[in-house]
């Protein structure tokens, strides 16, 4: 499969005419071909027009059908073979060990969504029988389900080009639960997301789904982004990316004629309590642990560990110690463009310029065009809790020590954290009290509370949360990561006395396609 630099809409391949855009290889500055052509609001209006056209044609589409597209989906991306890891290399930096890794997770995610998909539970079918002789009054006959709430447009993120891109998690369940999807490539992966969006285009094709299903967008700047979002057939956002592109996003859906949600997942840094027994039993342990997470991935991940919590003394100055010889181990590694490269350089800058704020430690110097140089800082609970610039965000390789001077100093850092993706507790047998105390703290703070683990590494399952309150997330409801993800693109609808013959299948009495139903407030199997 060839790389053109040509957008997709619907089953064509259209060279954009609205300036160039090119990909940059991160470690070594150089452009990589071929040039793309961004798109115009025209070339937003096809795709998006074309998705609404087409969009009760493909909700109608069998549950197995549908199960079965996406599969088809997943074996394209897989079928693309080295070209897709060579490429998402050169684009991002990344490893081939961690491209692999994250390309087996963008195919787990999608089956997961076929076998979610076939199972049906997530139409939350209910139906109430009527009850003509009830006193007083007599009861209508209700049934309800959840449909898919229409087009959905997707952002590629530039910390997961597969996974939370193009053919990743938002992608695959919208289109579980029957939203066509209209993608824009991440600018510094644009051969990334034309390959898989040809991949996906060739599944639309293979198993017969109506066209408008998935179409490509490429963008300078932010002119074709908004203009997706404003676009009147687009029913829901989703996005992995910086507050402010988050939160702009979120003012343009606001600001529609029709506002819609936007599912934007956005900052986070993820604090870890690391309680005094913990540290009393395992402080080396513990910052080895830490250090390894915060660097993994060059500390590019969402959910990596920003502040460190901990109680003053003996062991917390232990765990600083190794803490610090464990980041001085560390090398720089290529950061995944430019621009994130500048912000970490800003942010840690940042961070050493505050009056009260150590620099303990750094890796080893940096010697590629995006190298990001692992950094830890220190500081106490009083100018934690007093400067916000230590609530900011520093996406690399950083992290920050927290000591407290007693537990309540450290309650009182639970409670002065905004949302969060992630909220951690290393503890021991003796730390139960005070991890009682934190524990409902944290609950109101973040999607996920771990217990002696770090938070990089975001499974894909049925149970997993990953969002949380503002600033993590634009809706602390829902999870971007799971089989509770495909919740966001749908919406109940109850159906009153309907005849049999206009009843959707999942309400009908015979319940035709095998659902698990709430019946009369009775759980019944299929």
């Excluded at 684009?91 to 390309?103: A, I, K």
């Excluded at 289109?175 to 040809?198: D, M, W």
């Excluded at 915060?294 to 765990?319: A, H, S």
Aim: hydrophobic share 40%; net charge negative; aromatic share 4%.
């Amino acid at each position: 499969m060839k790389i053109t630099g040509e957008m997709l809409i619907g089953a064509r391949s259209v060279r954009g005419s609205e300036g160039i855009v090119r990909s940059i290889n991160p470690a070594t500055g150089e452009e990589i071909g071929p040039e793309f052509g961004g798109g115009s609001a025209k070339d937003v209006d096809a795709a998006c027009s074309l998705a609404a056209r087409d969009f009760d044609a493909y909700r109608a589409i069998d549950l197995e059908q549908r199960a079965r597209f996406l599969e088809a989906i997943a074996q394209g991306i897989v079928d693309l073979g080295d070209l897709l890891v060579e490429r998402v290399m050169s684009e991002s930096g990344l490893p081939r060990p961690r491209v692999e890794g994250e390309r087996g997770r963008t195919v787990g995610q999608l089956k997961l969504f076929a076998g979610l998909v076939r199972e049906g539970r997530w139409l939350d079918v209910t139906v109430d029988r009527a009850m003509p002789d009830r006193k007083p009054l007599p009861r209508a006959d209700l049934r309800a389900q959840k449909i898919p709430l229409g087009p959905v447009a997707v952002f590629g993120a530039s910390n997961f080009p597969l996974a939370f891109s193009v053919g990743g998690g938002d992608t695959a369940s919208a289109l579980a639960a029957g939203c066509p999807v209209v993608a824009k490539s991440h600018p510094s992966h644009l051969g990334t997301s034309e390959l898989v969006g040809r991949a996906i285009q060739k599944a639309v094709a293979d198993c017969e789904m109506p066209e408008g299903v998935f179409s490509l967008l490429v963008g300078e700047g932010n002119a074709v982004g908004e203009a997706l979002v404003a676009h009147p057939a687009i029913q829901a956002v989703g996005f992995t990316g910086s507050r402010r592109g988050g939160r702009a996003l979120v003012a343009i859906a606001a600001g529609r004629e029709v506002p819609i949600p936007v599912f934007a997942e956005m900052s986070s840094i993820n604090p870890v309590f690391v309680l005094p027994g913990a540290l009393a039993e395992r402080a080396e342990t513990i910052a080895q642990g830490l250090v390894d997470s915060v660097t993994l991935g060059t500390g590019q991940f969402c959910t990596k560990p920003g502040i460190v919590i901990g109680m003053e003394g003996p062991d917390f100055d232990r765990f600083e110690r190794a803490a610090e010889a464990s980041i001085e181990a560390k090398s720089a590694t290529t950061m995944l463009n430019k621009g994130i490269h500048s912000a970490y350089e800003h942010g840690t800058k940042q961070w050493a310029g505050e009056a009260k704020v150590s620099k303990l430690a750094s890796g080893q110097a940096a010697s590629a065009t995006c190298g990001g140089q692992p950094m830890l800082f220190a500081t106490k609970g009083e100018p934690f809790l007093t400067t916000p610039a230590l609530m900011e965000e520093v996406f690399g390789p950083a992290t920050l020590l927290i000591a407290c001077r007693n537990e309540e100093e450290m309650v009182a850092v639970a409670k002065h954290v905004s949302g969060q993706l992630t909220a951690t507790l290393q503890l021991a047998e003796r730390d139960i009290e005070l991890a009682r105390r934190l524990v409902p703290v944290l609950e109101r703070k973040a999607g996920r509370i771990l217990v002696n683990g770090f938070p990089t590494g975001v499974e894909v399952s049925h149970a997993m949360v990953h969002g949380g309150p503002s600033p993590a997330t634009s809706d602390s409801r829902a999870t971007s990561v799971g089989a509770m993800a495909i919740e966001r693109f749908l919406r109940p609808v109850c159906y009153q006395d309907f005849p049999a013959a206009l009843l959707p299948e999942p309400l009908q009495d015979s319940n035709p396609l095998h659902l698990w139903r709430l019946v009369d407030g009775k759980l019944q199997q299929p």
